[in-house]
């Protein structure tokens, strides 16, 4: 089974078999926010086991009207707070918000390709 993804629009494709040897680029790093809807909150929280409100208070920050979910400095980078830099991985994965689900098809890098390559080694170019 192929793991090279393709999203109409895009001048890229995905080989998603990178992201076992990247190192969580994509959630590491500079510092973000990953916006996250009601829906996706209600979601997170139900996976681990947390009333909303409880999930709301340890693990989002407001941004103005949006909510994001919080990061942790790890020597020089922001990361995710539910990346997992030992299992190299994300601990909601079955839950995780559609902003993470979506990467790296992205409105932002159909003109920054080379920016994105960066970020990402399972970028092909078509």
């Not at 916006?35 to 996706?40: A, C, G, L, M, N």
Request: aromatic share 12%.
């Amino acid at each position: 089974m192929s793991t090279i993804i393709r999203e109409e629009g895009y001048r890229y494709a995905f080989d998603a078999d990178a992201c076992d040897s990247c190192g969580g680029r994509c959630c590491t790093g500079e510092s973000g926010n990953i916006f996250v809807t009601s829906d996706e909150v209600a979601g997170i929280a139900s996976l681990l086991k947390m009333d909303v409100e409880s999930f709301r208070t340890e693990y989002l920050v407001k941004k103005g009207y949006k909510s994001s979910l919080k990061e942790k400095v790890v020597e020089l980078s922001h990361d995710c707070i539910f990346f997992d830099r030992e299992a190299n991985g994300c601990q909601i994965y079955m839950a995780r918000p559609q902003q993470c689900k979506t990467f790296p098809f992205w409105d932002y890098y159909k003109e920054r390709i080379d920016e994105l390559k960066i970020e990402c080694p399972g970028i092909i170019d078509d």
